[in-house]
């Protein structure tokens, strides 16, 4: 039983890394703020997009992501958001006037959308890993 469980929650920790990797794969790229603005975090509210490039910040490693995500166990629920203000207005399209009085005519990209789609797969992958490594070779 206990044996199971660590493969579980290996098989989802793999599996969410796969989604976020996929996410920060596909990002929309310009000057490299929106990538490095991603936080991952556990069982914790989701951030306000409310940073500007002018605040400055360090580079996203794949290193940070596995190791926000090293403790959580199936169940938990893992956010990964992209926090600067423009972060939305990619991900789901805008058309109008911002509060700032700039007009806008932005086609959804769908980035984290379209990750998110891929969980399925990506769990499948996690599993089919995890019996290839696995004393038992195909049972989990």
């Not at 990797?21 to 603005?37: E, H, K, N």
């Not at 403790?71 to 203000?85: P, Q």
């Amino acid at each position: 039983m206990q044996q199971t469980l660590k493969r579980m929650n290996a098989v989802f920790r793999l599996a969410t890394q796969k989604t976020i990797t996929q996410m920060q794969r596909t990002v929309p790229y310009q000057d490299g703020f929106l990538r490095a603005s991603l936080v991952v975090l556990v069982n914790e509210a989701p951030p306000v997009a409310n940073r500007e490039e002018k605040d400055g910040m360090g580079k996203y490693t794949d290193a940070y992501m596995q190791l926000q995500i090293a403790g959580a166990v199936a169940g938990d629920r893992i956010v990964a958001a992209y926090t600067m203000e423009y972060a939305r207005r990619l991900e789901y399209g805008f058309v109008g006037v911002d509060a700032l009085g700039r007009h806008y005519n932005q086609a959804p990209v769908g980035w984290t959308r379209a990750a998110s789609a891929n969980w399925k797969a990506n769990v499948a992958e996690a599993v089919a890993e995890a019996k290839a490594r696995s004393p038992s070779k195909g049972r989990l």
